[in-house]
Every structure is written in C-alpha cells, then in structure tokens.
C-alpha cells in the first residue's frame, strides 16, 4: 500500500463532532477522510432539523437545518474527502501501523489514525409498539418534525419525556390548536429550562401514562383517538387528536464496536478515553458523545472541543515534534492557502 492511499486522518462519523474535527483537522495540515453511515452530513441533528439550538456559542438561536450546513460548509474548508452511505463493520492495524477500515461497502479505506465521531451509533427510532401502527406513518403518526406549519390549527399528542419531546412541544404550542404530552413517567429529562417552560405554558401534561391503544377514522386512513393508560393504577381515557408524535428515543447500532481492536476499552458502549481524547487503543482518539472522560459537556459545543483535542492529539500522534495545537486563524497560514487556492 502507498501512502498516497493513506490518509492522516479517518473521522467515522459525519455529525457536529466530526464535521468540526474535519474542519480543524485541515487547520492542521492533515489529510482528512470522514466517513459517514447516512447519504447526508449533519448527524443526529437530521432528526431535528426544525428545533430551536440555543446553547452554540456565538451564534442566536438556530435551527438545526442552518447549523448542518454552518458545519458543512466549514468542514469543507480544506476540501476533506468525504464518504457517505458507508457502515464501518471493521477496523484493523497492519503491521505497519496504519489502519485498515472496512465498510459494508466492500470498501477499504486507509488512515494513519482514527477519530470515532460516531455519536451513540446508527440510530434506530424507537417505534410505537402497537400492532397495525406502522400503516399510519404516511398520514398522522410521526416519528420526526420537518415542517411545524403541518400542524397549525390541529390537536397534537406528544409521546416521550426526555428532550426531543419537551422540545417539540414548546415549538408546537404555539402552532397548534392544542398540545397533548404523555410521559410514563412523573420526571421529565430533558433540559431544565425547557421543561420548565413546557410547565408553564399551555401543553397539558398527563403523567405517569403511556398510549396503549388506538381509534381509527371512518375510512380506517389515520388515528383518530388515542387510548391512554395510567402506569400505576392501569386507568384509561381516550383522547381525540389530528397528529401523533412519537419520541421514545434511540435504539443505537454500533456494529463496529463488536469488531474493534481488542485495546479498546467499551463501556457501555461509549469509549474510555483521557482528556486529549485518547482511547485505549493507540492512535485511535474519539469526540462527541461515543466518548467518555471525566470532563465531557453533553453539549454540541462540547464535541468541538473534544473533537479539536481529538485532532490535536492525532497530529502529535504522527508528527510528535509538531505543536501541541493550531494557531488562531486571524494567524493561521492554512487561511491565506485556502483564499489562494
């Protein structure tokens, strides 16, 4: 194998964490590869491209579609290559020390070190567990939100309590005629603030429940009534609505990890790693949530400084007379390079 077919750099993941990392790993001179499992950069923020991100330093109150492609046109900065719709099943080191990478793909890629930016996995939504309610995902059951205006003016019923959920219903309540939460439980986890506003505000709130049965319309096309059942004493009441909205979270694939390089340290099923974002195993690093260190923020602006770290300590790792980081990049020669080329 050449060099030439060897990149500095492999990032397995193509959200927040890794679309940074790419970004900063060109401010470092590296040659960059991301690989990314879906046909479209962004991450788990794809899922919520709609909802209101607050807590990005330096920039107001976003949508998730505008910081995706904040993030994608900074991390093609330095014209990174970029693989999508690509699985990592296996990563081996070769005797000479780089990597082989192998995706679901066929494909084989080759990278001098690694950063796992991969999140909690793949995600697979968690589905409404209730025969026969897969038919109603093309006309009033929900697992996502791409446009609020659907909803002005209909009875919506959330499903969920953690931040996904109290989130929508504080961006629908003031679209829809009325905004309906059910939660199994009395204690909500998302985000303080917004639960708290969600408390406030005019979202009914019925706790400790969970939808346990389903009305149809005439026509048998869409969910016309929900039944509701109390978790302690097993109570039910019906509630009429126009839209369902589930958001019972993540089942996360981390296929790869079932084949990773024995060094790792898995726990469950995140990474061990220091605070430069060094994994057990040597020239592997990580960012982002797959990442567990004593300091980690579970912020979005937490995973660009992780994934800053991560590219730091990668570029030591093949070049360890280098600078321990980049310089800013009012000073940074990598900038006059990219205007001139």
Partial sequence: MLDSACYDVTIIGG?????????????????????????????????????????????PPTSGAQLISHLIDQSLTFHPTIALGEQVIDIQK??????????????????KTIIL?????ILRQAKLNLEGAEKFETSNLHYTVKDLEQFRGEHVVISGGGNSAVDWANELEPVAKSVTVVHR?????GHEKFVTRMRHSSVDILTPYAIDDIKTCPD??????????????GKCQWRKTDA??????YQPDLTFLDHHPQDLQVEERRLRTSNQMETAASGIFAAGDISNHASSIPLIAGAFTEAGLAVNAAKLYIHPEADRYARVSSHNDRFKKSKSG
């Fill in 15 to 59: 959200g927040p964490a890794g679309l940074y990392a790419a970004f900063y790993s060109g401010m470092r001179d590296l040659k960059t590869k991301v690989i990314e499992y879906e046909e479209e950069l962004g991450g788990k923020v794809n899922v919520y491209k709609e909802k209101t991100i607050w807590d990005v330093g330096g920039l």
């Fill in 94 to 111: 070769m005797d000479n020390g780089y990597f082989q990478i192998k995706t679901d793909q066929n494909h084989e890629h080759y990278s």
């Fill in 117 to 121: 930016a991969t999140g909690y996995g």
């Fill in 185 to 189: 439980r009395h204690h909500f986890g």
């Fill in 220 to 233: 048998g096309c869409c969910i016309e009534q929900v039944g509701l059942k109390h978790c302690e004493n």
């Fill in 244 to 249: 369902v909205l589930i958001h019972h979270g």
